[in-house]
């Protein structure tokens, strides 16, 4: 499946026109950066699953009532959306930390995210993602590869304890073109959407 990137207002191609063109192609997920942009699209009619990336948890409530589906990428704001949802079912994108450094539950505290998620089943964790630091430049490649089987016994161990199967990502544009290996169960397409 493909997760198409319409965030910032489609890099300047407008979002609304996008996704309407996305959604009629049969595009599996829709990704924007905030919940507005994805409250935006919900109002113009997209039907398409819309994946928040920077969720916000004030934002929380409208995630729920616009059926938006937020990255979920530490601990802390995992237990602040169970809070908020109450015990309404919502699906959730986990992301993995595997070496990028910037967002994404750690290997450290994989244990405590499958204790929280054991104990509430009103969460479903749509997809189990992470994000390559350097897949464009082949004299990092063996880093590459080195996130790519991280990622790949993280998800096994979660897949294990929980006893669920859950789809998986961790190629963005450059990582389509170069390591079809790795595609897993979704790719992620962003520039290379727009024409990069």
Known sequence: GIIAMV???SYGSGSIELASLLEK?????????YTD???????NGIKTPIMVMNPDKV????????QLE??????????????????VPI????????GMNRLGIPSTE??????ILSNHRNITIKTIFSHLSASEDEIFDNFTHQQIDTFNAIC???????QIKIPKHILNSAGIVRFKDAQFNFVRLGIGLYGV
């Not at 934002?59 to 616009?66: E, G, P, S, V």
């Open 25 to 33: 192609e049969g595009v599996s997920i829709l990704a924007v950066a």
């Open 110 to 115: 994989i244990n405590v995210l499958i204790d």
């Open 59 to 66: 934002d929380f409530n409208r995630m729920i009532q616009y």
């Open 156 to 162: 096994t161990s979660i897949e294990q304890a929980l």
């Open 70 to 87: 937020p990255e979920i990428y530490s601990i802390s704001i995992l237990e602040k959306l169970i809070e908020k949802a109450d015990g």
């Open 7 to 9: 965030k910032a207002f």
């Open 37 to 43: 942009e994805g409250v935006t699209l919900r109002r």
């Open 91 to 98: 699906c959730i994108h986990l992301k993995i930390e595997t």
